[in-house]
T-cell receptor, first 109, second 115 residues
Framework: TQLLEQSPQFLSIQEGENLTVYCNSSSVFSSLQWYRQEPGEGPVLLVTVVTGGEVKKLKRLTFQFGDARKDSSLHITAAQPGDTGLYLCAGGGADGLTFGKGTHLIIQP | DTGVSQNPRHKITKRGQNVTFRCDPISEHNRLYWYRQTLGQGPEFLTYFQNEAQLEKSRLLSDRFSAERPKGSFSTLEIQRTEQGDSAMYLC?????????????FGPGTRLTVT
């Protein structure tokens, strides 16, 4: 069974600060996806990383896939209240995704 | 461009009743997935379809659960004889299922509460 562990579980910071959240596994994944989910809604896909060592940027969000394709990180620069949400990483592919438990992020104005 | 839609958004039912949820995927997507998410957890995979064929079922999918995708378009998930432990958000996702396009796009979910 492939497991994904996300840390920290909860994070509350002030607007304008930077933060990094992590997604780790003992298994190799062919790809990892990051999603953001708001209460009562479905997850929204942010990015997919496929190649070991890959770095992708989405405005103030920077995603990195580990060289061994077992871990990933999400870095947010100058966090804004609109970044508040549950950030989920997911691995796997065609046969269904395995999700971590997520990082609950709160950005306080 | 419409995304994945799910109906109903909320369902409250009494223990022992049957419920059915519907998912309409993105129109050109041939793969459709069902997940369940409980409070404080990430989504857990239940089952998926390639067109109308159900290709995999998780051991989470007990005999009381059945999913169909009769014409390879929309899908239904039925839970018979609901139990309080079935209370959760039921999420549907779809993907193209070709090459690197296994990215899954989720609907808004159906929140089930069993009383």
């Amino acid at each position: 069974t492939q497991l994904l562990e996300q840390s920290p579980q909860f994070l509350s910071i002030q607007e304008g600060e930077n933060l990094t959240v992590y997604c780790n596994s003992s298994s190799v994944f062919s790809s990892l996806q990051w999603y953001r989910q708001e209460p009562g809604e479905g997850p929204v896909l942010l990015v997919t990383v496929v190649t070991g060592g890959e770095v992708k940027k989405l405005k103030r969000l920077t995603f990195q896939f580990g060289d061994a394709r077992k871990d990933s990180s999400l870095h947010i620069t100058a966090a804004q209240p609109g970044d508040t949400g549950l950030y989920l990483c997911a691995g796997g592919g065609a046969d269904g995704l395995t999700f971590g438990k997520g990082t609950h992020l709160i950005i306080q104005p | 461009d419409t995304g994945v839609s799910q109906n109903p958004r909320h369902k409250i039912t009494k223990r022992g009743q049957n419920v059915t949820f519907r998912c309409d995927p993105i129109s050109e997507h041939n793969r459709l997935y069902w997940y369940r998410q409980t409070l404080g957890q990430g989504p857990e995979f239940l089952t998926y379809f390639q067109n109308e064929a159900q290709l995999e079922k998780s051991r989470l999918l007990s005999d009381r659960f059945s999913a169909e995708r009769p014409k390879g378009s929309f899908s239904t998930l039925e839970i018979q004889r609901t139990e309080q432990g079935d209370s959760a958000m039921y999420l549907c996702a779809s993907s193209l299922g070709v090459g690197l396009s296994y990215e899954q796009y989720f609907g808004p979910g159906t929140r089930l509460t069993v009383t």
